[in-house]
């Protein structure tokens, strides 16, 4: 019986998926991996909460151990083993022993890759400090979680508004830490769009966190082997007693590289749809390696737990038997908590389709997780992004508190199969009032994007300049004198069709109400009354009062 020998290099998800895989595959095959850290298989995405101390047991963060391997896989771990070279030409690879410096070759059938991706240190991070940080691994974690239980830093800095970032500043935030957050693009979490960034931004401002957006780390400054602060290019410096430093990851490749393996356009390890790389006894997956993107449909670098562990899979499973089921492309699918708030994206922004050339446009569904009616419904902030010709949903961002999760993974599902704003609109979704409702936000938001794409109404988005014209504020009273557009006329949705002769049909008219959804009502009814330029605001007052200059809002009734 022919018995192949599978060589892995690196475990934690792709590397530990595609060795079990391999496994339940090919009972004869004789299986190693080769992993430099300490640990084989952790959760990585819990090393926060572990620093947090919600997760007290350390162990419930490793999914698997080297023991676990042998006893239920037959496959043999070297934890502490790098591999740092590849001959394709005699199938082997050499590695080393991280403990003991010690050299050897090892001859592999098939070998797959995935050594995974690094932290990006910037040049003026690169020293050696006791409290400054990145996290990545377990080792990373435990380093952390060890200098504030022993130092119990009053002071902490994360450099980085990024999901990792924003999870450590609570992190630090609940282990006692006056914590700054700083980015170096103008809102905390860029992947989102701005006016979605923002509620979680005002989130973390009422949780005390000192927020600096739009600001450049250029040096920190350090003081008998500690970080004691961080410089700014404005010349600004702040206290430090721990700085964590959380701007990116990028894609081990050194090794695939100077094996001659093909690297693709955004500089990941290129592989095809069965996770082969440039050679056909190699394979990759995981954070090192390129995935379709599902609305783009170009290769790219999307560092998930998810892909890397499906795509591990695959790699896996070609390894040992020369086949397997096509990876599927991937929408970046994300979500990160908050002080109780969540914010989730799936396939791209607003910002990023428009970027990538694409004719897009978005809507907003604002409302509570589950019917009203039901105590204990939470507000979300749905924003959908469209095709307006084709109709495709291009991507979706979300923003509150419960069932977010559920509305993303929704969309998310539609853009894996290529679904349209209909499609959305037709989903025979579950209800229970405490649960969601019979209309759902997805609904909500498909409904309004129908009736964009059909010329129901045209809108402002948040951040786009107010035409000239008329403003119709349709809110209440008591909602008016909270604040509202300068020089606007207060006629409710109430009474609106009664006093029409308060407007100029011949001029435009730009219609705002709390949320978006009177102000579309409104506009229906205005241009079936001769009105023929309406406008409304997208999101309503909810949305842009943030945008909106300070000297252009006024309080108390207007007209």
Same mark, same amino acid.
């Given at each position: 019986?022919?018995?192949?020998?599978?060589?892995?290099?690196?475990?934690?998800?792709?590397?530990?998926?595609?060795?079990?895989?391999?496994?339940?595959?090919?009972?004869?095959?004789?299986?190693?991996?080769?992993?430099?850290? %300490?640990?084989?298989?952790?959760? #990585?995405?819990?090393?926060?909460?572990?620093?947090?101390?919600?997760?007290?047991?350390?162990?419930?963060?490793?999914?698997?151990?080297?023991?676990?391997?042998?006893?239920?896989?037959?496959?043999?771990?070297?934890?502490?083993?790098?591999?740092?070279?590849?001959?394709?030409?005699?199938?082997?690879?050499?590695?080393?022993?991280?403990?003991?410096?010690?050299?050897?070759?090892?001859?592999?059938?098939?070998?797959?890759?995935?050594?995974?991706?690094?932290?990006?240190?910037?040049?003026?991070?690169?020293?050696?400090?006791?409290?400054?940080?990145?996290?990545?691994?377990?080792?990373?974690?435990?380093?952390?979680?060890?200098?504030?239980?022993?130092?119990?830093?009053?002071?902490?800095?994360? @450099?980085?508004?990024?999901?990792?970032?924003?999870?450590?500043?609570?992190?630090?935030?609940?282990?006692? !830490?006056?914590?700054?957050?700083?980015? $170096?693009?103008?809102?905390?979490?860029?992947?989102?769009?701005?006016?979605?960034?923002?509620?979680? &931004?005002?989130?973390?401002?009422?949780?005390?966190?000192?927020?600096?957006?739009?600001?450049?780390?250029?040096?920190?400054?350090?003081?008998?082997?500690?970080?004691?602060?961080?410089?700014?290019? #404005?010349? %600004?410096?702040?206290?430090?007693?721990?700085?964590?430093?959380?701007?990116?990851?990028? /894609?081990?490749? &050194?090794?695939?590289?100077?094996?001659?393996?093909?690297?693709?356009?955004?500089?990941?390890?290129?592989?095809?749809?069965?996770?082969?790389?440039?050679?056909?006894?190699?394979?990759?997956?995981?954070?090192?390696?390129?995935?379709?993107?599902?609305?783009?449909?170009?290769?790219?670098?999307?560092?998930?737990?998810?892909?890397?562990?499906?795509?591990?899979?695959?790699?896996?499973?070609?390894?040992?038997?020369?086949?397997?089921?096509?990876?599927?492309?991937?929408?970046?699918?994300?979500?990160?908590?908050?002080?109780? %708030?969540?914010?989730?994206?799936?396939?791209?922004?607003?910002?990023?389709?428009?970027?990538?050339?694409?004719?897009?446009?978005?809507?907003?569904?604002?409302?509570?997780?589950?019917?009203?009616?039901?105590?204990?419904?939470?507000?979300?902030?749905?924003?959908?992004?469209?095709?307006?010709?084709?109709?495709?949903?291009?991507?979706?961002?979300?923003?509150?508190?419960?069932?977010?999760?559920?509305?993303?993974?929704?969309?998310?599902?539609?853009?894996?199969?290529?679904?349209?704003?209909?499609?959305?609109?037709?989903?025979?979704?579950?209800?229970?009032?405490?649960?969601?409702?019979?209309?759902? /936000?997805?609904?909500?938001?498909?409904?309004?994007?129908?009736?964009?794409?059909?010329?129901?109404?045209?809108?402002?988005?948040?951040?786009?300049?107010?035409?000239?014209?008329?403003?119709?504020?349709?809110?209440?009273?008591? %909602?008016?004198?909270?604040?509202?557009?300068?020089?606007?006329?207060?006629?409710?949705?109430?009474?609106?069709?009664?006093?029409?002769?308060?407007?100029?049909?011949?001029?435009?008219? $730009?219609?705002?109400?709390? @949320?978006?959804?009177? !102000?579309?009502?409104?506009?229906?009814?205005?241009?079936?009354?001769?009105?023929?330029?309406?406008?409304?605001?997208?999101?309503?007052?909810?949305?842009?009062?943030?945008?909106?200059?300070?000297?252009?809002?006024?309080?108390?009734?207007?007209?």
């Amino acid at each position: 019986m022919v018995r192949p020998r599978i060589l892995v290099v690196g475990g934690v998800a792709a590397g530990a998926s595609a060795a079990a895989r391999a496994r339940r595959m090919a009972e004869s095959a004789e299986i190693v991996i080769f992993e430099r850290g %300490e640990e084989v298989s952790f959760a #990585n995405c819990g090393l926060p909460y572990y620093i947090a101390g919600q997760i007290q047991d350390r162990k419930k963060l490793l999914v698997a151990q080297p023991a676990d391997f042998r006893e239920k896989f037959r496959i043999e771990v070297h934890t502490r083993h790098e591999v740092v070279r590849v001959d394709r030409q005699a199938k082997q690879v050499e590695v080393v022993n991280l403990d003991s410096g010690q050299r050897r070759r090892e001859a592999y059938d098939k070998l797959v890759l995935a050594p995974g991706a690094s932290p990006v240190v910037p040049p003026w991070a690169v020293l050696q400090a006791s409290n400054l940080f990145t996290l990545r691994d377990m080792t990373d974690s435990d380093r952390i979680r060890a200098y504030v239980d022993e130092h119990r830093p009053a002071r902490a800095v994360v @450099i980085g508004a990024g999901f990792i970032g924003l999870e450590m500043v609570e992190a630090l935030t609940e282990r006692g !830490a006056a914590v700054t957050l700083v980015e $170096l693009q103008p809102q905390v979490l860029p992947l989102m769009d701005a006016e979605m960034a923002s509620r979680i &931004e005002a989130v973390l401002r009422k949780h005390k966190v000192d927020v600096r957006v739009g600001v450049r780390v250029n040096a920190l400054s350090a003081e008998g082997g500690r970080v004691t602060g961080v410089r700014f290019d #404005n010349g %600004e410096e702040i206290p430090a007693d721990l700085v964590l430093v959380s701007v990116g990851v990028r /894609p081990n490749v &050194e090794l695939a590289r100077e094996a001659g393996l093909r690297l693709g356009p955004s500089g990941g390890i290129a592989v095809d749809e069965l996770q082969r790389t440039s050679d056909p006894d190699i394979c990759a997956a995981g954070d090192a390696t390129e995935v379709v993107h599902a609305v783009l449909g170009k290769s790219v670098c999307v560092p998930l737990a998810g892909p890397a562990n499906r795509n591990g899979r695959l790699a896996g499973q070609h390894a040992v038997t020369g086949k397997a089921r096509p990876a599927t492309p991937v929408a970046g699918s994300a979500i990160v908590g908050v002080f109780g %708030e969540a914010a989730a994206v799936t396939g791209l922004s607003l910002k990023a389709a428009k970027q990538a050339g694409l004719d897009a446009t978005a809507v907003y569904a604002i409302g509570g997780h589950h019917a009203g009616y039901y105590p204990g419904a939470e507000q979300m902030v749905l924003k959908l992004v469209f095709d307006p010709a084709s109709r495709r949903v291009l991507g979706a961002q979300a923003v509150g508190g419960a069932g977010v999760d559920k509305r993303i993974d929704v969309i998310a599902t539609a853009i894996r199969f290529g679904g349209t704003i209909d499609d959305l609109a037709g989903l025979d979704l579950t209800y229970a009032p405490q649960f969601g409702s019979a209309k759902d /936000p997805v609904h909500i938001a498909a409904f309004v994007a129908q009736n964009q794409a059909d010329g129901l109404f045209q809108q402002i988005l948040p951040g786009e300049p107010i035409p000239p014209g008329q403003v119709l504020d349709v809110r209440t009273t008591p %909602e008016v004198a909270k604040g509202t557009l300068p020089g606007a006329v207060h006629i409710s949705l109430q009474t609106l069709r009664d006093n029409l002769n308060r407007l100029d049909r011949d001029r435009p008219v $730009l219609v705002l109400c709390g @949320i978006g959804q009177r !102000a579309y009502f409104a506009s229906r009814i205005l241009m079936q009354s001769g009105f023929g330029d309406v406008w409304t605001l997208a999101g309503g007052y909810t949305l842009h009062k943030d945008t909106w200059p300070a000297a252009e809002q006024t309080s108390g009734s207007c007209g």
